[in-house]
């Protein structure tokens, strides 16, 4: 997940995260050509980032990072080459259901890009309940692993992503969902979206909640990252 502050141009500058880039996740060093300052913190549990969630009192590698995350906001609010106001979060895959999560617990964020990031739980691989055990799917310490213990009640878990999307409203966001991504529904991102849009209409801000389906597979095209690009230059400058 990226964290991304407007800057003003006289600061722009391409930078590389360990070293390289991926294909198409290379939003962050794209989003500082453009003039914005951007933070990509480490994930926990992942690469050489490897803190003892349990010893420091948490059961949620995703609420770890939710907490990483809103320190880097801190970060770059401090800093006096950044301009003061909104920020936006933007990231792929894992990325991409972080930044939502983390715009839930910090309205600082105004403008939230999930790529590839989210369906409905029920629906995730196809409710495959097997990956509902221990250290499987969601149910990963990396994750929320106590959401194993709602593997064949799926129902039962008491959030979903279209709640998650509708607390985010009036914010602009904006969900990529391709239609060929293995890991999550197309379709699936559909109603959780409609279902969100609801609570977009209460504000009398319909627009600010946009899906795009990209035809490929579990991947950040370049069109896609244009749209978000547009969007936070839009709405953070």
């Not at 989210?118 to 990956?131: H, M, P, Q, R, T």
């Amino acid at each position: 997940m990226g964290i991304v502050k407007w800057s003003g141009p006289q600061i722009a500058r391409r930078t590389e995260f360990g070293g390289r880039l991926t294909k198409n996740r290379q939003y962050a060093s794209e989003l500082a050509e453009r003039g914005f300052v951007t933070l990509a913190p480490n994930y926990p549990l992942l690469a050489k980032y490897q803190p003892d969630l349990k010893a420091l009192g948490w059961q949620s590698g995703t609420l770890k990072a939710v907490w990483d995350n809103i320190r880097g906001i801190d970060l770059l609010q401090s800093l006096p080459a950044v301009k003061p106001g909104a920020v936006g979060a933007i990231g792929h895959s894992l990325g991409g259901h972080n930044a939502i999560y983390t715009a839930l617990f910090d309205d600082r964020i105004q403008v939230v890009v999930s790529s590839c990031g989210l369906d409905s739980f029920l629906d995730y691989k196809g409710a495959n309940e097997a990956l509902w055990m221990p250290e499987q799917g969601w149910a990963q310490t990396r994750y929320m692993a106590r959401l194993s213990g709602y593997r064949n009640r799926l129902k039962d878990i008491p959030f979903d992503f279209h709640e998650l999307v509708g607390a985010l409203a009036p914010r602009h966001v904006l969900i990529v969902a391709p239609l060929h991504d293995a890991n999550f529904s197309a379709e699936s991102v559909d109603r959780v979206a409609a279902a969100a849009s609801q609570v977009y209409q209460l504000y009398g801000q319909p627009s600010r909640l946009q899906v795009e389906h990209p035809d490929c597979d579990h991947d950040f095209p370049s069109e896609m990252r244009e749209k978000a690009y547009g969007l936070f230059e839009a709405e953070l400058k």
